[in-house]
T-cell receptor, first 117, second 113 residues
Framework: GAVVSQHPSRVICKSGTSVKIECRSL??????MFWYRQFPKQSLMLMAT?????????EQGVEKDKFLINHASLTLSTLTVTSAHPEDSSFYIC?????????????FGSGTQLSVL | GEDVEQSLFLSVREGDSSVINCTYT??????LYWYKQEPGAGLQLLTY?????DMKQDQRLTVLLNKKDKHLSLRIADTQTGDSAIYFC?????????????FGAGTRLAVHP
């Protein structure tokens, strides 16, 4: 199956710094990628939908100035957590959608565990 | 909006069948999915069912859908220790399939000898 690479897998940073997370589709072109956030023992919450070449669509309650998303190419989307605070500590997962009409072609990265001290 | 609920924990003996249940609220959900998440990893699609189906079988996995009750279940036959993971049910409300998946909180399956 298709591969989605997410990097880094784990990051620890100081409060106030910015952290960039990359999501790459390795063997296919993804016009649409999704960013999710997962708290311990809770479900995945969709944060935003990233479309190549256009602005991301954010879900209600997600601060777009806090979570900057850039989808500059068909294989790369980045999520930057700006001025991170301890409450931003979470597991962030990206997914990429194959540009086909079938609906099962969605692949997830392995996630990034962010810890803000 | 769509709400997806599942029980949080299930413990089974190796070799037995596991049944993980899920309920959803939006009757317009066209696709319903089951994902598996192993520790520290992303999600792996196990199977999915279209809303006009009642059942789907794929090797050890059987998905049952009761559209009237908005109830979805995943049965794993001959459960193995490698099946220990968190299983997420997800619904795609309305048309468009993957455009906006709503996940349940996940069921942690523990398989013991």
């Amino acid at each position: 199956g298709a591969v989605v690479s997410q990097h880094p897998s784990r990051v620890i940073c100081k409060s106030g710094t910015s952290v960039k997370i990359e999501c790459r589709s390795l063997d296919f072109q993804a016009t649409t990628m999704f960013w999710y956030r997962q708290f311990p023992k809770q479900s995945l919450m969709l944060m935003a939908t990233s479309n190549e070449g256009s602005k991301a669509t954010y879900e209600q309650g997600v601060e777009k100035d806090k979570f900057l998303i850039n989808h500059a190419s068909l294989t790369l989307s980045t999520l930057t957590v700006t001025s991170a605070h301890p409450e931003d500590s979470s597991f962030y997962i990206c997914s990429a959608k194959l540009p086909t009409p079938t609906n099962e072609k969605l692949f997830f990265g392995s996630g990034t565990q962010l810890s803000v001290l | 909006g769509e709400d997806v609920e599942q029980s949080l924990f299930l413990s089974v003996r190796e070799g037995d069948s596991s049944v993980i249940n899920c309920t959803y609220t939006d009757s317009s959900s066209t696709y319903l999915y089951w994902y598996k998440q192993e520790p520290g990893a992303g999600l792996q699609l196990l199977t999915y069912i279209f809303s006009n189906m009642d059942m789907k079988q794929d090797q050890r996995l059987t998905v049952l859908l009761n559209k009237k009750d908005k109830h979805l279940s995943l049965r794993i036959a001959d459960t193995q220790t490698g099946d220990s993971a968190i299983y997420f049910c997800a619904a795609a409300p309305g048309r468009g399939g993957y455009n906006k998946l709503i996940f349940g909180a996940g069921t942690r399956l523990a398989v013991h000898p």
